[in-house]
């Protein structure tokens, strides 16, 4: 060691405990500082605690109501809400807040199914496309136009309305089919960015390998974005469910989901439009939830974001 | 690869050949604006313990040199047009990729510019340096962070032990620094090339990143490859300086040679435009005109535009690169007037 460099060691030796303590309670890694900044961001906490809520009324809707949701005695068919009946009663008599509670875990269930699933895919190829590029990047771009060219909603209704049985597995598989390119494409530019890094070139100059560059440098590297963009999707599918469901070819009876039962109420809004309300509230709070925090999510992980 | 493997020599070469040598090598790039001819028959050798500067402007082909012996050329739009890099009598630039991949990191090595962007932000700094020791000795978690610590030591980072878990944009531009050499030095590798390591630095930083990779040099027994514009940090460390211009080396010698007696007029050139603190003259000499366009190379010598000493063999003819004396090599056609100082400048370039 040099002189010079032994003044550095005993200049910063002085004050070894105050650091030392700061260091244990701030981490500096990426998703360490990413969880700092969304601790302060009301939007997050307000979307979090929204979507645990919400996840716990799909998985555990026990919890919110002693109701049967099957339990529909025509007797008190079409009640306004009541101290007994919270969001009234439907056509059927069935207790309308214990259906709504139920309904959350269908279109939940779409909604994780298709983001988790076409973040997957689109994370693969994005990255496929970008690292290798030339004929590989073109094949899978040419791909994603193919499916861009045709509107999902479109591709969705013609080949649900062939169906005569619709699952949750079959909305899911339509919507993954006609909206993976987004997250191809999405996961594509993101790696682009960062491929042309100087630690990457400086990696490849140690020798590191294509998979060891691929998984250890682009991907932690460039998945900031498309995380981010994985939730505030979450909320689109949701959304795009109901839609589904709305126009006859999403779920089908006896499914509970908030998409049948708008479908249901479009034909009583003058009569009962606490029908369409309920649901309606329900869709729109999941999926301004999953949006906010999405974009909360990108904020916090993108390495150039200032909010830090 | 559970087992740690002793650092071996991956390589069994021709020992008695120059470590390195670079043979009429020729890059091009294929742009939409033409051929650009980054390097035309560039020649250098590099012994073991040496320090070989190459020294030249921007656009002189300094850094795709580099480039070019790591193998991390962007190809396309580079293209290798032809000549050899010898690494030990073998030929670089034939290897299987597989091979020549092995050897990177391990037997050649290179250390960046700006050490801030040649580190992996979401990384902690000791992870990366044990990584290399885990891609290419197949080393476990736990000794690898040891020998990270060790090399931290090494490289003169106060209290390594508690920094090995921090992050690249914790550390100031110097000590990232230290970690590139760090990371480039881990295996041992017998050539370093260093790519304008002090640039992004300031000048007390520069001083000490100098001296660390003089002495890690020494130590090693390294060929070090410093690739700078530099003409201050060239006289401190290098042995050798191999001056460069639009692609071509135009004069190799011994440090001290070089700066006292050049014998290629843009080395001259060079020297005359440093500034001087007992400078008489108000003005900066500079050498007048700009460097070629790389598409659009002059004929003959590519310095002859700008050439106070030019004559017409000058853009008929280029000169090759030929001993002065011995150890001193030139290209230039009246390199041994220019040496002696006798050949005087033509009458319009006076004026």
Avoid at chain 2, 90 to 115: C, H, N, W, Y
Avoid at chain 2, 173 to 191: C, K, S, Y
Wanted: charged share 20%.
């Amino acid at each position: 060691m040099t002189e010079l460099n032994k003044a550095h060691t005993v200049a910063a030796g002085e004050p070894p405990p105050a650091p030392k303590k700061a260091k244990a309670q701030e981490e500096a890694s990426l998703w360490m500082d990413a969880w700092r900044s969304l601790r302060r961001n009301p939007w997050f906490v307000v979307s979090a605690v929204l979507l645990v809520v919400l996840v716990t009324m799909a998985l555990f809707p026990q919890l919110f109501t002693d109701n049967d949701p099957r339990a529909c005695p025509l007797s008190r068919s079409r009640q306004e809400p009541s101290a007994e009946h919270w969001f009234g009663t439907d056509i059927q008599g069935c207790d309308y807040y214990a259906r709504v509670i139920y309904g959350a875990a269908n279109s939940m269930a779409v909604g994780v199914i298709v983001s988790l699933s076409v973040f997957v895919i689109g994370v693969a190829l994005g990255l496929v496309a970008a690292f290798f590029g030339g004929w590989v990047d073109a094949v899978l771009m040419r791909l994603t136009d193919l499916v861009f060219a045709i509107p999902y909603l479109l591709g969705a209704l013609v080949f649900l309305a062939v169906q005569s049985e619709r699952s949750v597995w079959d909305v899911s598989l339509i919507l993954i089919v006609f909206t993976w390119p987004t997250f191809a494409r999405l996961m594509r530019g993101s790696v682009l960015a960062v491929i042309n890094n100087d630690y990457i070139t400086a990696a490849r100059a140690l020798g590191a390998g294509p998979l060891t560059i691929m998984r250890r440098h682009i991907l932690p590297n460039s998945l900031g974005p498309v995380v981010g963009y994985a939730a505030v999707f979450t909320g689109i599918v949701i959304g795009a469910e109901a839609t589904l469901t709305f126009l006859g070819v999403g779920l089908q009876l006896p499914a509970i989901s908030w998409g049948l039962q708008l479908d249901e109420a479009k034909s009583y809004l003058q009569q009962l439009p606490h029908l369409l309300t309920f649901p309606l509230i329900f869709v729109a709070l999941t999926v301004f939830a999953f949006t906010s925090m999405g974009e909360a999510l990108r904020d916090a992980l993108d390495p150039k974001s200032k909010k830090r | 690869m559970t087992t740690p493997r002793t650092p071996e020599p991956s390589f069994t070469g021709d020992t008695a050949s120059p470590l390195l040598e670079v043979v009429d090598l020729h890059v091009e790039f294929h742009t939409k604006a033409g051929v650009a001819q980054a390097i035309n028959g560039l020649n250098v050798t590099l012994n073991a313990g040496e320090t070989l500067a190459i020294l030249g402007e921007s656009g002189s082909g300094k850094s795709v040199t580099a480039q070019t012996i790591m193998g991390i050329l962007d190809m396309p739009p580079g293209h290798i047009a032809g000549g050899e890099i010898r690494y030990r009598g073998e030929d670089l630039l034939t290897m299987k990729p597989e091979k020549r991949r092995k050897l990177r990191g391990v037997s050649i090595s290179m250390i960046f510019q700006d050490a801030l962007s040649a580190l992996n932000p979401v990384l902690p700094v000791g992870w990366q340096i044990a990584e290399m020791f885990r891609v290419h000795q197949g080393m476990n978690r736990k000794l690898a962070r040891q020998k990270s610590i060790a090399m931290m030591q090494r490289v003169g980072i106060p209290a390594a032990e508690e920094r090995v878990g921090d992050f690249p944009h914790q550390f100031s531009g110097g000590m990232r620094q230290r970690i590139m050499i760090a990371m480039a030095i881990a295996l041992d590798p017998d050539v370093l090339i260093a790519d304008e390591p002090t640039t992004a630095l300031d000048v007390t930083v520069q001083a000490q990143v100098m001296r660390l990779l003089k002495e890690l040099q020494v130590e090693n027994n390294m060929g070090l490859i410093l690739i700078t514009h530099d003409l201050g940090v060239v006289a401190d460390v290098a042995d050798k300086i191999a001056v460069m211009y639009a692609g071509q080396v135009m004069e190799v010698s011994d440090v001290y040679e070089i700066y006292a007696q050049p014998a290629h007029p843009y080395t001259e050139g060079l020297l005359n435009s440093v500034p001087r603190i007992d400078g008489q003259d108000e003005r900066l000499n500079a050498i007048s005109g700009l460097p070629p366009s790389l598409t659009d190379m002059p004929s003959g010598c590519p310095f002859h535009p700008r050439c106070p000493y030019a004559t017409d063999l000058c853009s008929a003819e280029r000169p090759g690169l030929l001993p002065v004396v011995a150890e001193h090599t030139s290209a230039c056609h009246y390199r041994e007037e220019i040496y002696n100082g006798t050949r005087q400048p033509r009458e319009e370039a006076q004026a």
